[in-house]
């Protein structure tokens, strides 16, 4: 009778919650603890995996499990009932690779240089094969919730550096720490041609030369090991060495080495020195593969793709540098006529300077051709009958699911997308008897949409990880500058530049009109300016270039008012900085300088 | 010992032998002036490649079916040219972190998109030596490499079966980034003697402890392997002659110091870069049998290397020095016949001897010889066509074959020969000059966004 007295007022109380604040429920994740762990999704349409659909049928999740699929599942008692008639139920997705819940760190550790930059300590130099994601985890990152909010359930995340960060696990995005997150630990060992900061190994190539040297010297060390172990009699005592050990599990084959490239000569690097020493690996990353479909497909090996693409370039008048400008019209004697075509000619000829808009057009026409090449990778392997899995990487959580549909707008399938969300990363991961589909004795991981999850319109209501609910809301665009905004960026800006490694101070100066940008940057301890290029102010946003020596070329957008400045500047292989400033000359003042 | 031996087979494999399929062609050059650079000029010569080897050099000869003809009437034939120092086609170039750095390779980090590839077919150049810079005292592994463009697994490029070569370099390079910039070994040319002797000298003691190893694990199952060092495995092989030393290096004194270094240690093969001041000591070099190979008249540059000749090749081929004039830049590269061509200005060389300096003579530095630097019937199909001789100032290169296929053909030489576009890169301006890719041998490795942001100590 008490009992019974409880469920009513359980049943009552849900309720309430499902008609009131559900989302405070949801969201504050403080102390109102879960009415329920049983949840009814009615009527539902159920992708139970990829092309494997079910119409108008119950799904019901108990104890963080999906216990019953089927159209005339009987409601329990005590279940939370969600009427799902207008939703489509997918299982939750699973991010093949990337950083979620450890959040990036304020300050760069190790920021001195060694004492001798030749023989750095393993861990400043990027080499930490014995650590363990599992002790930098952190439940309050905020990609957690736009992760989820994305509709992935479950990531496989591996910490954050340079060569060697570590080992991963596999993470539920949900829960109040980080015990309660972890799935699994002990995944893989992380990998990447990153080179450490001055000291060795700087480079790719002494990146490879010093994986050569640890997995060799780990493979002799182990036989040490072995015959020490058998019986230390006459021999001298194996010192410990945590990075060497940390490789043994490599070596025996049961923790493969999560390899990331970021480009196809990447991916060319690693399979070598893979195919050189032989290690379990899975080959991550994966931009330009297209490139290399031969390759892959000789490897044989596991794929997750990078979710991450280019920038889609824009072809106008607007970019157009003022030294570009500058060319053209000093060599504009005979005014050519606009072509009007956009397709590359791959025979395309002119003599120097004669015709540059032509030759400009056509290089944009090549460049959009390689755009879609990047957009279409996915699409390319999938008709090469490579299987891969997606990662996140370290795109947005919010671009993420506008990078998939721009993928099956170039071709890819949306059984091959979905695939890649669920069901090839639970294989890939080991998870397939857990996570991945709809099926019942599984997690409780899904994704509840309005709309396929592939359209465009297609929105994301719910999420359930490990049974638990969340609903998300309709997402918000978010405008980084104010198109209509009108702010005069001429003048001197003193920076502040955030790295990881501490403030560097600087100073901007821009000057000219609208159209006519110009400027150029200085950094202190740095000697000389460098020239800012491809100015351009939309609004308030001020987005420009710089060539940083043996770098590249720095990618900056800043958003101003009329005092002050804030942005940041994307290194090519090193991230991104932010950025503020104040003024600290005037347009006019700027001018008066240089009459 | 069988792990030793698997280590170092594991290692030549990945170095000597290329796993990649390299496509060749079969190809009839019809009627040109043939300049065998080995066996004298030929006018009214057909030479034919089949299976990109060169199968016939001769008179009238018949063309097999199915092999594409090139009319070279009027036109002069020579062997593709061989740059023997160079850093084009590589995404790194110096390990600066370290004065010895033998471990690594730039045979690791091959970028076969790079334009300077095909530039360099541009003008006539069929191979290249890509070498690591000069930061460090003993630098990194070498690759040489054949212009295969347009085949963009980096494997495909690596000239297969051509010995194994590293970098060393003596001066103000390794003195001014370890000495000054890291205030560690060497701050002065003693300290660079130093290292080489040290580094040696441990790679002796490394030799001896691995013998040790296997003699006793013939008796001991229990035996104990010494540490594994992937550097001192790399400098063994460099006192077993398996890689051969090409060595940046400006003066006369510092190169003698060299040579009895190398005495010491009973290494044999040396092949000096730049020595700018090789006249001075040719008689030296060739008693040695060292060779050199040289800039044709570039020096001044820094102090090191402000006195110096453009006798220097001259002096250097009659003094019996095998020499070569190389590029070190992904400009000078285009013209290397011409830099060849300045030897005869200054000295006097014939025509032979002057295009030994690009062909036949750099081939011998690298330890290729019997397979490319000359039209001789065996040889790779790697030739360079000239509508005027090589030599004239007024010579434009045609077309250029590498292993039997045309790589460049001024014909169909477009604007955009790229292999990859960047999406998110602007669309280049027009420039007059670039610096990419010039003279990176002193680039240092340490001009990073690092030094850029922060500081340069």
Same mark, same amino acid.
Request: aromatic content about 6%.
């Given at each position: 009778?008490?009992?019974?007295?409880?469920?009513?007022?359980?049943?009552?109380?849900?309720?309430?919650?499902?008609?009131?604040?559900?989302?405070?429920?949801?969201?504050?994740?403080?102390?109102?603890?879960?009415?329920?762990?049983?949840?009814?999704?009615?009527?539902?349409?159920?992708?139970?995996?990829?092309?494997?659909?079910?119409?108008?049928?119950?799904?019901?999740?108990?104890?963080?499990?999906?216990?019953?699929?089927?159209?005339?599942?009987?409601?329990?008692?005590?279940?939370?009932?969600?009427?799902?008639?207008?939703?489509?139920?997918?299982?939750?997705?699973?991010?093949?690779?990337?950083?979620?819940?450890?959040?990036?760190?304020?300050?760069?550790?190790?920021?001195?240089?060694?004492?001798?930059?030749?023989?750095?300590?393993?861990?400043?130099?990027?080499?930490?094969?014995?650590?363990?994601?599992?002790?930098?985890?952190?439940?309050?990152?905020?990609?957690?919730?736009?992760?989820?909010?994305?509709?992935?359930?479950?990531?496989?995340?591996?910490?954050?550096?340079?060569?060697?960060?570590?080992?991963?696990?596999?993470?539920?995005?949900?829960?109040?720490?980080?015990?309660?997150?972890?799935?699994?630990?002990?995944?893989?060992?992380?990998?990447?041609?990153?080179?450490?900061?001055?000291?060795?190994?700087?480079?790719?190539?002494?990146?490879?030369?010093?994986?050569?040297?640890?997995?060799?010297?780990?493979?002799?060390?182990?036989?040490?090991?072995?015959?020490?172990?058998?019986?230390?009699?006459?021999?001298?005592?194996?010192?410990?060495?945590?990075?060497?050990?940390?490789?043994?599990?490599?070596?025996?084959?049961?923790?493969?080495?999560?390899?990331?490239?970021?480009?196809?000569?990447?991916?060319?690097?690693?399979?070598?020195?893979?195919?050189?020493?032989?290690?379990?690996?899975?080959?991550?990353?994966?931009?330009?593969?297209?490139?290399?479909?031969?390759?892959?497909?000789?490897?044989?090996?596991?794929?997750?793709?990078?979710?991450?693409?280019?920038?889609?370039?824009?072809?106008?008048?607007?970019?157009?540098?003022?030294?570009?400008?500058?060319?053209?019209?000093?060599?504009?004697?005979?005014?050519?006529?606009?072509?009007?075509?956009?397709?590359?000619?791959?025979?395309?000829?002119?003599?120097?300077?004669?015709?540059?808009?032509?030759?400009?057009?056509?290089?944009?026409?090549?460049?959009?051709?390689?755009?879609?090449?990047?957009?279409?990778?996915?699409?390319?392997?999938?008709?090469?009958?490579?299987?891969?899995?997606?990662?996140?990487?370290?795109?947005?959580?919010? !671009?993420?699911?506008?990078?998939?549909?721009?993928?099956?707008?170039?071709?890819?399938?949306?059984?091959?997308?979905?695939?890649?969300?669920?069901?090839?990363?639970?294989?890939?991961?080991?998870?397939?008897?857990?996570?991945?589909?709809?099926?019942?004795?599984?997690?409780?991981?899904?994704?509840?949409?309005?709309?396929?999850?592939?359209?465009?319109?297609?929105?994301?209501?719910?999420?359930?990880?490990?049974?638990?609910?969340?609903?998300? !809301?309709?997402?918000?665009?978010?405008?980084?500058?104010?198109?209509?905004?009108?702010?005069?960026?001429?003048?001197?800006?003193?920076?502040?530049?955030?790295?990881?490694?501490?403030?560097?101070?600087?100073?901007?100066?821009?000057?000219?009109?609208?159209?006519?940008?110009?400027?150029?940057?200085?950094?202190?301890?740095?000697?000389?300016?460098?020239?800012?290029?491809?100015?351009?102010?939309?609004?308030?946003?001020?987005?420009?270039?710089?060539?940083?020596?043996?770098?590249?070329?720095?990618?900056?957008?800043?958003?101003?008012?009329?005092?002050?400045?804030?942005?940041?500047?994307?290194?090519?292989?090193?991230?991104?900085?932010?950025?503020?400033?104040?003024?600290?000359?005037?347009?006019?003042?700027?001018?008066?300088?240089?009459? | 010992?069988?792990?030793?031996?698997?280590?170092?087979?594991?290692?030549?494999?990945?170095?000597?032998?290329?796993?990649?399929?390299?496509?060749?062609?079969?190809?009839?050059?019809?009627?040109?002036?043939?300049?065998?650079?080995?066996?004298?000029?030929?006018?009214?010569?057909?030479?034919?490649?089949?299976?990109?080897?060169?199968?016939?050099?001769?008179?009238?000869?018949?063309?097999?079916?199915?092999?594409?003809?090139?009319?070279?009437?009027?036109?002069?034939?020579?062997?593709?040219?061989?740059?023997?120092?160079?850093?084009?086609?590589?995404?790194?170039?110096?390990?600066?972190?370290?004065?010895?750095?033998?471990?690594?390779?730039?045979?690791?980090?091959?970028?076969?998109?790079?334009?300077?590839?095909?530039?360099?077919?541009?003008?006539?150049?069929?191979?290249?030596?890509?070498?690591?810079?000069?930061?460090?005292?003993?630098?990194?592994?070498?690759?040489?490499?054949?212009?295969?463009?347009?085949?963009?697994?980096?494997?495909?490029?690596?000239?297969?079966?051509?010995?194994?070569?590293?970098?060393?370099?003596?001066?103000?390079?390794?003195?001014?980034?370890?000495?000054?910039?890291?205030?560690?070994?060497?701050?002065?040319?003693?300290?660079?003697?130093?290292?080489?002797?040290?580094?040696?000298?441990?790679?002796?003691?490394?030799?001896?402890?691995?013998?040790?190893?296997?003699?006793?694990?013939?008796?001991?199952?229990?035996?104990?392997?010494?540490?594994?060092?992937?550097?001192?495995?790399?400098?063994?092989?460099?006192?077993?002659?398996?890689?051969?030393?090409?060595?940046?290096?400006?003066?006369?004194?510092?190169?003698?110091?060299?040579?009895?270094?190398?005495?010491?240690?009973?290494?044999?093969?040396?092949?000096?870069?730049?020595?700018?001041?090789?006249?001075?000591?040719?008689?030296?070099?060739?008693?040695?049998?060292?060779?050199?190979?040289?800039?044709?008249?570039?020096?001044?540059?820094?102090?090191?290397?402000?006195?110096?000749?453009?006798?220097?090749?001259?002096?250097?081929?009659?003094?019996?020095?095998?020499?070569?004039?190389?590029?070190?830049?992904?400009?000078?590269?285009?013209?290397?016949?011409?830099?060849?061509?300045?030897?005869?200005?200054?000295?006097?060389?014939?025509?032979?001897?002057?295009?030994?300096?690009?062909?036949?003579?750099?081939?011998?530095?690298?330890?290729?010889?019997?397979?490319?630097?000359?039209?001789?019937?065996?040889?790779?199909?790697?030739?360079?066509?000239?509508?005027?001789?090589?030599?004239?100032?007024?010579?434009?290169?045609?077309?250029?074959?590498?292993?039997?296929?045309?790589?460049?053909?001024?014909?169909?030489?477009?604007?955009?020969?790229?292999?990859?576009?960047?999406?998110?890169?602007?669309?280049?301006?027009?420039?007059?000059?670039?610096?990419?890719?010039?003279?990176?041998?002193?680039?240092?490795?340490?001009?990073?966004?690092?030094?850029?942001?922060?500081?340069?100590?």
């Amino acid at each position: 009778m008490r009992i019974h007295r409880r469920v009513i007022t359980a049943v009552l109380s849900c309720a309430i919650l499902l008609g009131t604040s559900v989302r405070a429920q949801v969201n504050n994740g403080e102390s109102i603890p879960d009415v329920t762990r049983t949840i009814a999704l009615t009527n539902a349409r159920v992708v139970q995996a990829p092309g494997q659909v079910q119409e108008r049928t119950n799904v019901i999740i108990r104890d963080g499990l999906i216990t019953t699929i089927a159209p005339d599942a009987a409601i329990p008692f005590d279940a939370l009932e969600i009427p799902a008639d207008s939703f489509i139920v997918y299982a939750g997705f699973i991010d093949g690779l990337s950083h979620t819940g450890i959040p990036e760190p304020k300050e760069q550790p190790n920021r001195e240089r060694p004492d001798d930059p030749a023989f750095p300590p393993p861990e400043q130099a990027g080499i930490q094969p014995q650590q363990d994601v599992r002790s930098l985890l952190d439940p309050e990152d905020k990609r957690i919730t736009a992760m989820r909010e994305a509709g992935f359930t479950a990531a496989h995340v591996v910490p954050r550096g340079r060569m060697l960060p570590g080992v991963g696990a596999i993470i539920l995005l949900a829960g109040e720490n980080a015990n309660e997150m972890v799935y699994r630990g002990d995944t893989a060992l992380y990998a990447q041609l990153a080179g450490a900061r001055r000291m060795y190994p700087g480079t790719d190539m002494a990146v490879i030369a010093k994986l050569r040297q640890l997995y060799r010297e780990a493979a002799r060390r182990q036989k040490v090991e072995q015959l020490y172990a058998e019986n230390p009699a006459g021999l001298e005592r194996p010192q410990y060495d945590p990075v060497l050990y940390a490789m043994f599990p490599v070596l025996d084959g049961d923790r493969p080495v999560f390899f990331n490239t970021e480009s196809v000569l990447d991916l060319h690097r690693v399979l070598a020195v893979q195919q050189e020493l032989g290690f379990p690996m899975v080959l991550t990353g994966l931009t330009q593969s297209f490139d290399a479909i031969d390759k892959l497909k000789l490897a044989n090996l596991p794929l997750l793709l990078t979710l991450e693409l280019p920038k889609e370039p824009e072809d106008s008048e607007e970019e157009q540098s003022p030294d570009f400008t500058e060319v053209a019209l000093t060599d504009a004697a005979v005014e050519l006529p606009q072509i009007e075509a956009p397709d590359y000619d791959a025979d395309f000829r002119v003599s120097s300077l004669v015709d540059v808009a032509a030759e400009k057009e056509n290089l944009e026409a090549r460049r959009e051709i390689a755009y879609k090449a990047h957009v279409g990778n996915a699409h390319m392997l999938e008709s090469e009958g490579l299987t891969f899995g997606f990662s996140s990487g370290s795109v947005k959580p919010g !671009e993420l699911l506008g990078n998939v549909r721009k993928m099956i707008k170039e071709g890819l399938s949306e059984d091959a997308a979905l695939a890649a969300l669920t069901t090839t990363p639970a294989q890939i991961l080991g998870l397939t008897s857990s996570m991945g589909t709809v099926e019942e004795g599984k997690l409780g991981n899904l994704v509840v949409t309005k709309g396929s999850i592939f359209d465009e319109k297609g929105e994301i209501r719910y999420v359930f990880v490990d049974g638990r609910k969340y609903e998300i !809301e309709p997402p918000r665009k978010s405008s980084g500058g104010d198109p209509d905004a009108d702010v005069n960026p001429a003048g001197t800006w003193s920076l502040t530049i955030s790295t990881p490694d501490g403030d560097i101070g600087g100073t901007l100066t821009i000057e000219g009109s609208a159209d006519s940008w110009s400027g150029s940057l200085t950094v202190e301890i740095q000697p000389g300016a460098v020239p800012v290029e491809y100015i351009v102010l939309s609004g308030n946003e001020l987005t420009f270039s710089f060539d940083a020596p043996g770098v590249g070329t720095v990618e900056s957008s800043l958003i101003l008012d009329s005092e002050s400045l804030s942005g940041s500047f994307d290194v090519p292989g090193l991230g991104v900085a932010t950025v503020s400033g104040t003024r600290t000359s005037d347009p006019e003042m700027s001018n008066q300088h240089h009459n | 010992m069988r792990f030793k031996t698997l280590f170092l087979s594991a290692v030549f494999v990945f170095g000597g032998n290329c796993l990649a399929q390299v496509p060749t062609g079969d190809v009839l050059v019809r009627g040109g002036t043939v300049i065998t650079v080995t066996n004298g000029t030929l006018e009214n010569t057909d030479v034919l490649i089949q299976n990109g080897i060169i199968a016939e050099v001769g008179e009238n000869l018949g063309t097999p079916e199915g092999v594409s003809v090139i009319d070279a009437t009027g036109m002069y034939v020579m062997p593709g040219i061989i740059d023997a120092h160079s850093h084009i086609g590589i995404s790194n170039v110096n390990e600066s972190s370290a004065p010895v750095t033998a471990q690594v390779s730039v045979g690791d980090v091959l970028n076969p998109y790079s334009i300077s590839i095909y530039r360099a077919l541009a003008g006539g150049v069929t191979s290249s030596h890509l070498m690591h810079g000069s930061a460090n005292v003993i630098g990194g592994q070498n690759e040489t490499i054949k212009h295969r463009w347009g085949l963009v697994d980096p494997d495909e490029l690596r000239m297969a079966g051509a010995p194994r070569t590293i970098k060393f370099a003596l001066g103000e390079n390794p003195t001014r980034v370890h000495g000054r910039g890291s205030n560690k070994r060497p701050a002065s040319r003693m300290g660079v003697e130093y290292v080489l002797r040290e580094t040696f000298a441990k790679a002796e003691r490394y030799q001896e402890a691995w013998a040790q190893y296997e003699e006793e694990a013939k008796s001991n199952p229990r035996a104990v392997s010494p540490e594994y060092n992937s550097q001192l495995e790399v400098m063994s092989d460099i006192l077993t002659g398996d890689i051969l030393i090409h060595c940046h290096s400006y003066r006369a004194d510092e190169i003698l110091m060299l040579l009895d270094v190398l005495e010491d240690f009973g290494v044999e093969h040396i092949t000096l870069q730049h020595v700018n001041e090789g006249f001075k000591i040719a008689p030296e070099l060739a008693e040695f049998g060292a060779s050199a190979s040289i800039f044709a008249d570039w020096w001044a540059y820094k102090f090191e290397v402000y006195y110096s000749t453009a006798y220097n090749a001259a002096i250097l081929t009659r003094n019996g020095v095998l020499t070569s004039i190389n590029s070190d830049s992904g400009e000078l590269n285009r013209h290397l016949y011409h830099e060849a061509a300045k030897s005869q200005k200054y000295g006097g060389l014939s025509d032979t001897e002057a295009l030994s300096l690009i062909t036949i003579n750099p081939a011998k530095q690298l330890g290729i010889a019997d397979r490319i630097g000359s039209i001789e019937v065996g040889k790779d199909g790697d030739l360079a066509i000239f509508d005027r001789h090589p030599l004239s100032v007024y010579a434009v290169n045609q077309k250029t074959i590498v292993d039997g296929i045309v790589y460049f053909d001024i014909e169909s030489d477009a604007d955009d020969m790229r292999l990859s576009v960047d999406p998110e890169s602007p669309i280049e301006t027009a420039v007059l000059h670039s610096h990419d890719d010039d003279h990176r041998c002193l680039h240092e490795g340490s001009l990073d966004l690092y030094d850029f942001l922060e500081s340069n100590q």
